[in-house]
């Protein structure tokens, strides 16, 4: 797959354009990109190839989005170099990115929150509206931190029904009136 046809150059230049907006490196986004929507494993040199950027980015690309648990690793009988493939199940790969993003974000936020609230326990000058408010994004993240918890362990399909419901789930808990 080093010819790209303009399909497949859209979605990659797509998908690295919001992958900048998601915080993330746009030619990692890109490495992403070409992998998801590639039907086989591909090495460096077609990566390389087919976006046209340096094989340093493709490397760190590539560690990068392996830390994630988003590509990983396969080998190819007869072949010596190594071959890289994204998750393929679209479900998996929303968890995957969920559980990085709680990881790196959501989960020292609230420890930050947690640090800040008991430091101004302990000092006087800290005013009430501070408190008030540090404790209420604390509590709203971790009652977030601990849905998303519950409800990453239903099965795919369970979620799919969940979220297709949408404005129904508000009418099926009577709170829609």
Aim: charged share 25%.
């Amino acid at each position: 797959m080093t010819k790209l046809g303009p399909v497949q150059q859209k979605f990659i230049l797509h998908w690295g354009e919001m992958g900048t907006r998601w915080g993330i490196n746009r030619t990692m986004a890109q490495v992403h990109a070409l992998l998801l929507i590639s039907p086989k494993p591909l090495n460096a040199e077609d990566i390389v190839d087919a976006l046209s950027v340096a094989r340093s980015n493709v490397s760190n690309s590539l560690r990068e989005l392996q830390g994630w648990g988003v590509v990983r690793m396969v080998h190819i009988i007869g072949d010596k170099r190594d071959h890289f493939e994204s998750l393929r199940d679209v479900w998996e790969l929303f968890r995957v990115v969920m559980d990085e993003r709680k990881r790196r974000e959501i989960d020292p936020t609230c420890q930050m929150l947690e640090e800040c609230i008991a430091e101004a326990a302990k000092n006087p000058h800290t005013d009430e509206y501070t408190i008030s408010r540090l404790e209420e994004l604390r509590d709203f993240m971790l009652t977030m931190s601990n849905w998303y918890m519950q409800v990453r362990q239903w099965p795919t399909s369970t979620l799919v029904r969940f979220l297709k419901l949408g404005g129904g789930v508000a009418k099926l808990l009577r709170l829609g009136k």
